[in-house]
């Protein structure tokens, strides 16, 4: 989509007066040229969010010369400036191919959509592995020639299988666990390993029919309307701050069964737009609630 | 929007063989020109629910002669056929303009958007009574001519002046009551009165965000989407028959007062709805869902 | 889904009365158990329209026998109620496996969605065959086993290549033409062959943006919403019966690139649902509309 | 809603660097407390676009202050700034009430639902004048103590009749025309007066069936979507820039008279946020196209 490289500063800290113009006068002083900025104020939290974007190679800004500052400095550098204003911020460079592991169970919709995506070169990331708490999909894993571990979980090998998928996780250097509809609920001691950095694909529209089987809750209920949650995985189980959401109408007419197969496309599709919302950097999580800039 | 005068069945019954045949034999062989039918069998539940609306009179037919029961022998001579299949029915005919009462309290938006449809004469209805439990409304009442009864509801009086209303209803000869954002609990016993007779529009995407401020609830736990309910009113608050349910995408920009002001056009459609296929007699309820027909 | 063995009637026919009566007979004097009916008057054009579903064998209606007919006895006994009614009819059985061939150029995502969706069970059909004018997605058919017959096309030689292809289609018995982005247009000729047969997805909101390159269109139109549209292949290009539709909001903000990956979802949805809906038997073709049956 | 004073500054300038950082630089210098920022470039077209709003009065900010510029010196203090950036810009003030003018002809629908926005107060707006090329709407806006002009036009008055209109709109200071389904094309001529302060709304998905009949077009075009869009009005008929547009699933059931029907809800509710986002100076436009900021 974008080939030129550019920089990509989250930030968030205390409102307050001046806050723009201090990073946009940092980008300025040092020749960047800006391609993208958002921000937005919360003024009931007195909080201030900001995203902002530029170019970093001197093609690209039609021959003005580029951002002055070599890429390992800008985050020192930037610092200054933070420090100033009490920013929490994040350096992200768009030429950073993401690592991603997808943790799945049986069913395939969702990793088969994120691997076509991938496969198609569709998201520029990686996906060298694929875990499991069943053997089904390794067929499927070898024919997109991924790697695949089947790692049981019970009651009592919880502990001892999720410290094997971290260290797991550290030899394939992942960046972003994706649950595409993996179901084994992660301990707290695990979630907490990866903050922001778990995304699941909750069936249903949430906190409506939180827990398992929210299509035959919904169809009880006789909603009019079903939907699906992609979030960052907490501790607290369907709890954690919602990335994005999708709803498509039903009607007396559809079964249990026919929720369970309409609701497939909305759930590969939300779980889609939440992990590429990740990956352009372009989620900040605040209070258990998230800032999807545009 | 349509001249000519029907007749409409709403039949549920046990699932089992025949009953269309049934249904349609008995209105052929009394000439009856059916101009719209549908069926829907609940397998799982073992039932089986249908409407079918035909033409009454002879110019409609094309000069075929129109149907061969007068009105008032109908519902006796379909009996036969409804006692064979243990059918419950409803007769209702098209030309009957149907009574409302509109329930409210502050809110306009809900009440100015049915005044609407009703003055400009979108709907073939009457609205000859308007009740609250706050005078604030009384001059839009009489803008349109209509009367206004302002009944305080308290702890203590409830009992009272729901007698009160239900003397109101029976003087006006009401069929419909519409709750257009009336914030005042109606008790169980009101409701036994009017089964499937009240209509709520309740401000979120039910079951998410039951109680009073589901705005808030949702800023609180920042979903992406919105909803707005539109029920019938049972004694268990929000737990009613869903009629009519919509949606919409918001975002960490929409403030609670952003959530409400946007909300409203989603609470106005959503009631309009519902109380339209109501008025159309489109509507069955079994066993707290609703059969909603097309 | 559906384990039971089912048969399906699609009926189309002048209007009258008695229809619905006549079919219903017709099915209980054999023993069928409707399991679906949907009926459809187009009064203005005087035409009527009938999709009715009903279980074929015993186990499925409770030990009530099943139905009375034998499969390959049920068109010409319907025949004899047909002609009365001068009905135009397609007799189908839920248990056929259609098959399908694919058509695709380079784009991979449409073909990606419908590989998975028969690869993981989720439709019951077979695709045996790939077409392209381009070698591109041969590596994608091998990873899934599926023939991939790579068959250019210029101006001088598509007669011949078209004859090249029916010939494989008779080869390959397909039943069903799925265009997932084919980028070729197909002449009028070859079009006779497969009437509602062929199935493609054009990428714009039909009939806004007809033609090569609707998302520079729309952009160029400051659109707010775009739009996917499949529909069945006449001689007309872009002008066959719409199936389904779908859309999407999209801002100031979305380039054309954007728009076109954004797009990719939309068709991929658009036309698994138009297809799903062809394979189903929902489909009726009716004066270059069609009636969708639910 | 928003109790506070505060200030909307609409820049759009040829792409360079440095124009987010001038903007707040000068807004920060004066003690200005931004609570809304966003910005848009176009890198095709090398074109850049802003909004900023900024709180006015000292008790808003907490104590600090407030903006050091007096309302009227902000402009020409700004002016400075923006020659060196060769911007346009547009100052405005949140607490100014615009006053608009309706124009209709004989469907109410539209202005039913204005007139509720402003009767009820959830615009800050005034609406003096009602504008008809019929005399039906009358009595509504005698209802609601509005001035009614009946002003025929025919092919031989139109010259005259529209300088007459023109008059009114002087003498009652209007700044915003809304055509509130007013079935009469405004002139060249007409339109060169008012440019982007006329809103329309045309009962299609634009540039889908342009013209007079869009809901029998799109009936007979068999199209599973229909949509309502809203524009501002220049001299190329339903060629304005989009402002807003939205749609909704019909199927073969909907008759032409069905979608007419339904189509009402979607005019009323796309034109009422198409007129908000005008009222909040939220619309940009740029080669016929919108920015519509969040």
């Not at 950073?96 to 592991?101: K, L």
């Not at 701050?241 to 929720?259: F, G, N, T, W």
Request: net charge negative; hydrophobic share 40%.
């Amino acid at each position: 989509m974008k080939n030129e490289a550019s920089a990509i500063l989250l930030i968030s800290c205390p409102d307050q007066q001046g806050i723009v113009c201090a990073v946009t006068d940092f980008l300025m002083r040092h020749n960047g040229n800006i391609i993208d900025l958002e921000q937005h104020t919360d003024t009931k939290e007195g909080a201030f969010f900001m995203r902002v974007e530029w170019e970093l190679d001197p093609k690209a800004s039609g021959g003005a010369g580029g951002f002055a500052l070599p890429r390992d400095q800008i985050s020192s550098m930037f610092r200054l400036i933070a420090e100033c204003h009490q920013m929490e911020y994040e350096l992200h460079f768009s030429e950073t191919r993401q690592r991603m592991a997808l943790f799945v169970s049986k069913s395939s919709h969702c990793i088969h959509d994120l691997l076509a995506r991938w496969h198609s070169g569709e998201w520029n990331t990686s996906i060298p592995l694929i875990v499991s708490n069943h053997p089904d999909l390794e067929p499927l894993a070898k024919m997109y020639g991924i790697d695949f571990e089947w790692i049981e979980i019970t009651q009592e090998t919880k502990a001892e299988q999720e410290a094997k998928i971290i260290q797991l996780l550290k030899e394939y250097n992942i960046d972003l666990l994706v649950l595409a509809r993996y179901m084994q609920i992660l301990s707290d001691d695990f979630c907490t390993h990866f903050p922001n950095r778990i995304i699941n694909i909750h069936h249903s529209f949430l906190p409506a029919f939180v827990g398992a089987k929210p299509y035959h809750s919904a169809h009880q209920r006789g909603v009019k309307i079903v939907g699906a949650t992609s979030h960052y995985v907490t501790g607290d189980l369907d709890e954690g701050p919602i990335i994005e959401q999708e709803v498509m109408r039903v009607s007396h007419k559809d079964s249990v069964e026919s929720l369970i197969r309409k609701g497939r496309d909305l759930e590969k599709m939300v779980l889609a737009r939440a992990v590429w919302a990740h990956l352009q950097n372009k989620v900040l999580v605040y209070k258990n609630r998230t800032i999807i800039f545009n």
